[in-house]
């Protein structure tokens, strides 16, 4: 069995680093998606729309060649009706996890694969995170700690933003990192692949 390249449609490292974590190998290819919100347009078809983009853009890109699979995902924090994007600058994150202070906050997490056969997958991962409640010394020490400004939401659980937190609901905390790994393989054995196949070869 010829076994398709993966190309990974971000120019994120932390997508990057999450899927260099399974030892798999992989291209990365920069995806030209809008990431502008639709009007009245909830935040997990948000996050779904723009991670089918994404991999329909580097499908696009690759048309004329054969034998890949491409990989979008896009992030959306959501709390209550209102969306939460990457802050951008520290007062921005203050303002963000000010208002996270004793709430629970979603990140949907969407996966889309499509192949040069033309199979296709797309879905949706939520994972919940229950802040503390903070102080402004707290929110402003942790955001000189990890400058967080370029992470939906905020905060990197992966490190010091792991102690603004009281509680989580989810099945893959890589979902919440930026990449559902779970899901996946899940959608990789629907393709009739295992993760193993792609792993590097020495």
């Known amino acids: ?7 990974l449609g971000s120019t994120s490292s932390y997508r990057k680093k999450l899927l260099e974590s399974l030892g798999v190998t992989f291209a990365q290819m920069p995806p030209d998606t809008d990431e502008r919100p639709y009007a009245q347009e909830n935040p997990r078809s948000l996050a779904l729309r723009l991670g089918v983009s994404k991999a329909q853009s580097i499908a696009d890109q690759l048309q004329n060649e054969a034998n890949w699979i491409s990989i979008g995902s896009d992030q959306v924090c959501h709390f ?18 000010t208002a996270f ?3 629970w906050v979603t990140f949907s997490t969407s996966l889309a694969l499509i192949a040069s056969n033309g199979q296709t997958f797309s879905a949706v991962e939520d994972y919940e995170c ?3 409640t903070l102080s402004s010394k707290e929110i402003d020490t942790y955001i000189k700690l990890d400058q967080p400004l370029d992470c939906a939401g905020s905060i990197k659980v992966e490190q010091a933003g792991v102690s603004l937190l009281c509680d989580t609901r989810g099945r893959d905390v890589n979902a919440l990192y930026g990449l559902p790994l779970m899901l996946l393989t899940e959608a990789l054995h629907s393709f009739s692949y295992n993760i193993f ?3 590097k070869k020495s």
């Open 1 to 7: 069995m010829i076994i398709p390249r993966l190309i």
């Open 80 to 97: 209550g009706n209102k969306f939460y994007g990457k802050p951008g600058t520290a007062e921005q994150a203050a303002l963000q996890l």
């Open 101 to 103: 202070s004793g709430c």
């Open 130 to 132: 229950r802040f503390r």
């Open 197 to 199: 196949d792609f792993i």
